[in-house]
């Protein structure tokens, strides 16, 4: 009887980062096997590291920005093929102005403030699906004053971890 692998998704994840006053949401633009895609500044977990800390390194490591997630959108199950899956962890910070992004990250080319409409509108260059339905999860909960709290997430238990 062969022996049952596994599943191991990759954990990742992402922030939604929105200037409510301009309406604007701020994306990374890379180049994937020759193609341009547009994602939300996102990427693994990594050893030893909390969800808050991987969302702060990725956001600061993709947009040049030090920022503090203000709270959770969502979890995320995404199967990329019968080989790839993913769990993603969707986070959100609001600011302030259009803050002028600096992508550190040599894979980020770009990072670009745009309106949802020109998000919708790049639906065939976003990395994955889950770009727009967290965005739209997003702003579902924002307009039902809605939002899930940071606390929800302990890793109390974890190496060498501060928060």
Known sequence: MAEKLRYKPN???ACIIH???ADKYLLVEEWIDGEQRF???AG???ANE???QACKREVLEETGLDLEPQGLVGIYQFSASEALAFVR???FVQVDALLPPQPQDADIDAAHWLSFEQIEAKMEQLRSPLVLDCLRDYRHQQQQGQTYSLELLNSQRLTGCQR
């Open 11 to 13: 954990v990742t994840v």
């Open 19 to 21: 200037a409510p006053t």
């Open 39 to 41: 994602n939300q500044p």
């Open 44 to 46: 693994h977990l990594e």
């Open 50 to 52: 909390s969800l808050i």
């Open 89 to 91: 962890f969707t986070f």
